[in-house]
């Protein structure tokens, strides 16, 4: 596949830089470097890493990787991680074509680097509606038009991305004229945010099929993947993809740690450099030490051992959707209406009693009465106002989320008698 056609302009005329460029070569044996402009590492106040776990045990990190690891590195990521993260790719995944891989600093680094090395100015992109709102903030940025496709219980709707697709320009809801139809396909499959819907297999295969009638670049953002409730996962696109027209982004955060700021992309090879190409040219690379921090304990774990943990952390978050959804039914049966999720850590309510906009409820009404929630229009394309609210069970204690919800439900009764 010519994959210049899904670049923009702007990422077409990135070069890579000169100094990056000779990063693969530092560690190579024999290799005497007058080239890149390292700080001596002699000069840096560390002198080793340990690790202890919640388990008691004790991690020692390698002394010549952690030494590594406070230097520059590579772009794509700390060479040992890259591998363990290809490995898990295959694991898991089973792709079908050939792939790259590239750590970045958190899935958002490299999901805004995909965006930018997609869009043009003026053109158009498909997202589902609604959609994470920090994806939406950085999209805004770009003066690209964006193109909602309907959600429903199991994901995205085939038949309103054919619609759209089929019936292009006349279903552009921006109504430009001659923008061309778009090229890219923005998707959360997995415990979505902010609706906690996973699109189901069958719809995978139906999407990814008309993806591939209008040549369709699927960006699959899936942090909350491994968080799916049923450990018989809901597979990837990638395990359907015969054209290489997936880029997907994994994520750390919700695993092992956010404040690690781990994710990774696997894709097509000229896409994966392309992204490369802009890291050269923004943070250079992700930070070493958490890469090593991880690489370390996954090295102990192995892949049986990261996802025996996958299973401990989505088995927990089971748990809080089963509380959470009890208070739910206490306390919201009658004013608003959700989906259970089956994975990640998000509920969508959709409020009732009349209400038909949600922002005034949440950003007056429940801070006054010291609840926090997010008001839909923060996940609307079109920033429409909505009756919708997004609440998070990921932290709160059992006795909190009954609280919470007693509080909320006084604004909703509040609201409703308006
Ligand atoms: N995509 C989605 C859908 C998310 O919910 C988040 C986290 N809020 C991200 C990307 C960014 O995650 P990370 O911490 O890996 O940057």
Redesign the pocket.
């Known amino acids: 596949m010519d994959y210049t056609k899904f670049m923009s302009e702007r990422s077409q005329a990135r070069n890579p830089s000169a100094i990056r460029a000779l990063m693969p070569y530092m560690n190579c044996k024999n290799m005497i470097s007058l080239g890149a402009g390292q700080p001596n590492p002699s000069t840096f106040p560390f002198e080793s890493m340990q690790l202890k776990l919640k388990t008691g045990e004790i991690i020692d990190v390698d002394p010549q990787l952690f030494q590594r690891s406070l230097s520059y590195d590579l772009t794509s990521g700390l060479s040992p991680l890259n591998e363990w993260l290809r490995g898990l790719h295959t694991l898991e995944h089973t792709p079908l074509v050939d792939f790259g891989l590239s750590i970045g600093s ?4 490299l ?1 805004t680097k995909a965006f930018d090395m997609v869009i043009d100015p003026g053109t158009a992109i498909l997202v589902e509606d609604p959609t ?1 709102t ?2 939406l903030s950085f999209l805004d940025t770009l003066d690209c038009d964006l193109v909602p496709v309907a959600t429903d219980a199991d994901g995205l709707v085939p038949a309103s991305l054919e619609k759209t697709l089929a019936n292009w320009p006349e279903s552009n809801p921006i109504k430009k004229k001659n923008q061309a139809r778009p090229k890219v396909l923005y998707t ?1 499959p997995t415990g979505g ?1 902010p609706t906690g819907i996973s699109s189901t297999f069958e719809r995978k295969k139906a999407i990814y099929k008309i993806c591939q009638k209008y040549d369709i670049l699927i960006i699959e ?1 899936d ?1 909350y993947y491994y968080l799916q409730f049923d450990p018989k996962r809901i597979k990837s696109y990638v395990t359907i993809d015969t054209d290489g027209r997936v880029l997907r ?1 994994d ?1 750390m ?1 919700k695993i092992l740690s ?1 404040g690690m ?1 781990i ?1 990774w992309v696997t894709g097509p090879k000229a896409l994966i450099e392309r992204i490369d190409m802009h890291t050269m040219v923004t943070n250079l690379q992700p930070g070493g030490v958490p890469q090593l921090m991880a690489y370390e304990l996954l090295k102990v774990w192995g892949y049986k051992g990261f996802l025996n943990h996958v299973e401990h952390v989505a088995g927990f978050y089971k748990s809080k959707r089963d509380e959470f959804i009890k208070a739910l039914e206490k306390r919201m049966t009658g004013r608003a209406e959700w989906v259970t999720p089956n994975s990640g850590m998000f509920v969508w309510l959709r409020l009732l009693g009349g209400i038909t906009d949600s922002y005034d409820l949440v950003m007056n009404k429940a801070i006054k009465k010291n609840v926090l929630a997010v008001p839909g229009v923060a996940f609307m394309p079109a920033k429409n106002k909505n009756p919708y609210i997004r609440v998070s069970f990921s932290c709160v204690t059992t006795d909190n989320m009954d609280e919470a919800l007693r509080r909320l439900a006084e604004c909703i009764d509040e609201e409703a008698a308006k």
Not at 106 to 109: F, K, R
Request: glycine content about 16%; charged content about 15%.
């Open positions: 958190g899935s958002q680094d999901l994470y920090g994806a959360i945010n953002d942090p982004m994520s955060s956010s700021r994710g």
